[in-house]
C-alpha cells in the first residue's frame, strides 16, 4: 500500500490524515462501490421533484427490449431486493444480466447487484432526460462543490458507470455525507428535502443482507440499531479501496481511501481506533451460527449467480483430503471451505488453514417444498443449478 488518506468530520469540524501521500492536492481515486450512495441520492432527488416513482415498474421508463417488460421497480434496485444477478454473464453487460432472468421474487430476498444500480442509471437517464454522467454532475457533484471525475470506458463499461464509476477524494466524500446528516445547512437541504434523507436510510422491504450489514436502505448500509446506528458502505474495484461510515444524528463522518486492497486491514485498524478514542462506531458482527450440526449433503451441487458460481461437494473429493466426510464448498476463484451445518438453514465456512475465521451463509427455504433452491453467501443469492 503506497498511500492512504483519512477524512473525520465532527461537531462541525473536518480533519484530514495522510500516509506515504505524494505532495500536494489528492488526486482523485475511485469510489468503486460508493458511487452507488450517489446514484440513489440522485434517484431519491428526482423522485422528490416529482421526475421518477421509485415503486412503478422500470418498464414503465423504459420502452426498449429487454427492459420493457420488467415489472420490478426502481425501489427494488436502489435497495438490492430486486433479484437481478450481481453482474451479468460473459461481456454481455446489463443486457446479460437481465437476460440471465430474476434469482428470487422482487422484494422478497437481498442479493447485493451491481447491475440492479446499472439499470436503477439507466431509469434516471429516462426520467432525467440526460446521462447518467451529466444528471449526476449538475444534481448532486457540482452543488456540492466536488470537481467531477469518472474512471474512464476502458475501466468500467458505460451501463455500469452508475454502480462503480464516480472517483474523487475523501473530503469529496465528507461534502456528500454532510448532504445525509440532521445538521445539515440551508444549501445541503435545497438539494434534498429532509424526508428525503430519511427515507434513503429507510429499508424498503423485510430483506435481510445476511452477512454484510444489519439492515439496507436505498443504497446505504445499516449499522447497528437505533441510537448506535450507522449508515455507510465499502468498496473495492480498480486497484484501491474506498469506505464511508455517517452517524447522522451527532453529526460524524469517517472515510478512507487507500490505493490497494491492503486498505481494507487499514480500514479495520482505523475502526478500532476510533472506538478506543471513544468514538463507537458501529459494525456488523453476526453471532456463531448456532444449533446442532446438521449433514448438508442434500446441499450437494452447484450455484449460480449470473457468472458467479460456487460448488459444494463431499469432502472426500478435496485435493488433500483434509476432512473426509465434511461438505466443502469451492468459490469462483477456487478457494475450498469446510462447511458445518447449524440448524435447519445456517452454515458456517471455514478455510482449513484459517480455522477459527467463521464465514456464516444460510440457505433460503422454498415455503412450499421446504427444498433449499437458494443460498445466501457474502452478501449474494446464489440459485441451485444442478
Partial sequence: ????????????????????????????????????????????????????????????????????????????????????????????????????????????????????????????????????????????????????????????????APAAAIAGTVTDLVAFARLHLDD???????????????????????????????????????????????????????????HLRIQPERGTVIALQADSAAGLGAWQDLLAQFRAEGVDVAGYAPGPAAGAAQDLSDRVGQWANGETVYRIRPGADTADGAHPGATVLVDDDGMEYDLTGRGERFFAARHPRLPEVEHLGRFLLDPETGRADHMQFGGRVLRRVA
Avoid at 501521500?21 to 460508493?34: V, Y
Wanted: some cysteine; aromatic content about 10%; charged content about 20%.
Fill in 1 to 160: 500500500m503506497r498511500s492512504l488518506r483519512c477524512a473525520f468530520y465532527d461537531a462541525g469540524e473536518l480533519h484530514v490524515a495522510e500516509a506515504g501521500a505524494e505532495p500536494g492536492p489528492a488526486p482523485a481515486a475511485p469510489f468503486a462501490s460508493l458511487t452507488k450512495l450517489f446514484t440513489a441520492t440522485l434517484a431519491m432527488q428526482l423522485a422528490f421533484d416529482g421526475d421518477l416513482d421509485l415503486d412503478l415498474p422500470v418498464g414503465e421508463y423504459l420502452n426498449e427490449p429487454p427492459f420493457a417488460e420488467l415489472r420490478l421497480t426502481t425501489r427494488h434496485l436502489l435497495s438490492h431486493s430486486s433479484g437481478m444477478v450481481c453482474d451479468g454473464p460473459g461481456d454481455g453487460g446489463l443486457r446479460a444480466a437481465v437476460a440471465a432472468g430474476p434469482l428470487f421474487a422482487p422484494g422478497t430476498a437481498f442479493s447485493y447487484s451491481n447491475a440492479g444500480f446499472a439499470l436503477a442509471g439507466k431509469v434516471i437517464e429516462a426520467a432525467a432526460g440526460v446521462s447518467w454522467r451529466n444528471a449526476v454532475t449538475d444534481f448532486l457533484l457540482r452543488p456540492l462543490d466536488i470537481e467531477p471525475a469518472f474512471l474512464a470506458a476502458d475501466e468500467i463499461p458505460r451501463d455500469l
Fill in 184 to 242: 445539515r445547512d440551508a444549501s445541503h437541504a435545497a438539494l434534498l428535502d429532509q424526508e428525503a434523507v430519511r427515507e434513503l436510510a429507510e429499508p424498503p422491504f423485510d430483506t435481510l443482507p445476511f452477512g454484510l450489514a444489519d439492515g439496507w436502505g436505498h443504497g446505504w448500509a445499516r449499522y447497528g440499531n437505533g441510537a448506535d446506528r450507522w449508515l455507510g458502505l465499502d468498496g473495492v474495484g480498480a486497484g484501491a479501496t474506498c
